[in-house]
Structure formats: C-alpha cells, structure tokens
C-alpha cells in the first residue's frame, strides 16, 4: 500500500469509530408510579435529557415501583444498581435519617441554591447515600393527614394511620397508631379496614384512585414535599463536562416546573370537594399549634438520629 492509501484508511477507521461512539446511558428509576403526581415532572426531565443530550447523554427510564420497591430505591442509588433515581428522602432515612428533614425545608429552591442549603444536602448525600443530589421537586406542596373516621378535635387516639417516615412522629404525638406502608398499598389498607387514614400530600389521591376510599381531609396542610432526583456518586464522577452540564441545566428547569404547583393544588382541593372529601377545620388556633407541634416532633427526630447534621439542617430551615 502506497502511504496515501495507509493514511485514507487510517483516517476512514477513525471516522467510524467517532460516527459509533455512543451517549453514555443512564438508567433510572421512580419511587413513584409511572404517570402519577410525582413522577410525571421527572419523566418530563427524562425526555428533556434525552432531546438536549441526543449523542451524548442518555437516560433510560426502566420505570415505577413495579420495577423496584420504593423503600429500596435509595440503596440501589448507593450501590450502582441504577445510576439515577426519582426518590424522597422519607424511603431511605434508614441509610441517611437526616434525609427526612427535607420536608422541613419548604425555601424556593432558587434560594437553596444561593443560602448553601442545596450544597449542604448534597454533601450529605455524598457522604451517606454516595449520591449527588441534583434536583428537588415539590417544595412548595404540603401533605396532609386523610380519614375515613370523623373527629372533632385534634387529635388521633384510637386511629390507625398509614404512614412513612414523613408522617409518623405527628401521627404518634396526636395518639394515633402509625403503620408504615408504601404508596401501592393505601388503597387495599384503606377498603379493608386496616387503616382509618393516611398521609399523603394534598395532590394526588386521584392518581391510585384513594378519593373512592376517602372521606375527609385534615386541616391544617403541614410540611413541603421533597422528592429528589438522585445520580450514583460514581456515575456522576464518571460523566464529562458537558454530560453533567446537560444534567444540571436539566435539573433547573426542572425545579422550575414548581411554579405549576399553586395552581395544580388549587384545582385538586376543588376536585376533591367534588369528590365529596371534606375538610375539617378545627380554626386557627388550633391549626397553629399542630404546625408548631408537627415542626417541632420531626425536628427532634431528625435532631435524635444524626445530631450533627439535623441541627445545621435546621439552622439553614430557619423554623
Ligand atoms: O406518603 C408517602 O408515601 C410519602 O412519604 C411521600 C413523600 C413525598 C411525596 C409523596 C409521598
């Protein structure tokens, strides 16, 4: 071979190998069922990745908790079995209690961002769970405590209440009886009789079709939403610039989709009414000492489980 020739060919191989070289694919999981409440904005963010990042990077959604049971998914996360997750902190306080605390942080998460808040959430993940935390969703969306039986004050004894880690301590405090269970098993609790209520925010009872099984809604609403976009550690030092680049601009509009939530609420309560949900309402004074309850009992279990982090965790919450 003539040294042209050598040259074209060794050119035309390199060509090829570029023109096949693949966007490093991600795979992900939700804790939360496909379509519903709070995973429709993150597979908006999956699509999102997946046009922005065409080439370079790619997620591969595999899907809800028929793919993996929500309480595992903050381990899977740790351990590399999926690079990436739509998670709350409440399914993995086993590995990281403070976790819990984000729903005691309701700031925009454009002020989180700028006040070290996000930065010190991240670190923590980084440290216990091997994560980066790269976007929250839902800050400015309360929970709120569900029943089937009435009751005329504040007040829980004698009731069975489904719960996570978000709920339990108010749950417990007001005398109730908490049961832990995940999101898929509301419903068959609730028609047996298992449970007299739950804990669940105020969006998105429709989704699992809990309104057939729900008579009333506790006021006040209490708390913020936290679910939280998490990426391996690993997989997040493995990526390029450019890779993570996509990733973060993804992950602020995504946490810009927040604003949607005002007005999602809004017509969830009116759907709700419709849905013959009533609200009960036991007047100011009494919602302002169940908030301050509520906020103080989370605290101090947060405070118990991981001293250090739960009270530079507070100082930043500012409440
Ligand atoms: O009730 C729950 O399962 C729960 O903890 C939660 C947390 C964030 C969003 C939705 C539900």
């Known amino acids: 071979m003539t040294r042209t020739i050598v040259l074209a060919v060794l ?16 795979r992900a999981v939700s804790a939360f069922a496909e ?27 595999i899907g809800g908790p028929r793919a993996m049971p ?9 351990t590399r079995v999926v ?4 998670v709350t902190g409440a399914f993995y306080t086993n590995l990281m209690p403070e976790a819990d605390a984000g729903k005691l942080i309701g700031k925009p998460m454009s002020e989180q961002r700028r006040d070290g808040t996000w930065d010190t959430i991240n670190q923590l993940h980084n440290q216990k769970l091997n994560a980066w935390y790269l ?3 839902f800050h400015n969306v ?14 829980f004894t004698g009731l069975k209440i489904r719960v996570t880690p978000v709920y339990k301590d108010i749950v417990e405090a007001l005398g109730g009886a908490a049961i832990t269970t995940a999101p898929g098993e509301v419903y068959t609790a609730l028609e047996r009789g298992v449970v007299d209520g739950y804990g669940w925010p105020v969006t998105g009872i429709f989704d699992l079709g809990w309104e057939k099984v729900t008579k009333f809604r506790v006021e006040p609403a209490f708390y913020s939403v936290e679910v939280g976009v998490l990426v391996n550690l ?11 680049k996509i990733l973060t601009d993804a992950a602020a509009w995504l946490e810009g989709l927040d604003a949607d939530n005002i007005a999602v609420i809004k017509a969830e309560v009116e759907r709700q009414s419709k849905a013959g949900i009533q609200p009960l309402d036991f007047g100011l004074a009494e919602s302002k000492r169940f908030i301050a309850l509520a906020n103080d009992v989370a605290w101090q279990a947060v405070i118990k489980r991981a001293p250090e982090a739960g009270a530079k965790l507070r100082q930043l919450a500012g409440n």
């Open 11 to 26: 050119l035309a191989v390199a060509a090829g190998k570029a023109g096949a070289e693949e966007a490093t694919t991600l």
């Open 135 to 137: 976007a929250r969703q």
């Open 35 to 61: 379509g519903t409440q709070f995973a429709r904005n993150f597979e908006r963010f999956v699509e999102k990745v997946n046009a922005d990042g065409k080439g370079v990077i790619h997620i591969n959604y």
């Open 83 to 86: 690079d990436m997750a739509n």
């Open 234 to 244: 690993d997989s997040w030092k493995g990526l390029s610039e450019a890779q993570r």
């Open 142 to 155: 309360p929970f709120h405590i569900y029943l089937n039986r009435k009751i005329d004050k504040l007040d």
């Open 70 to 78: 929500p309480f595992e998914v903050g381990n899977a996360v740790r």
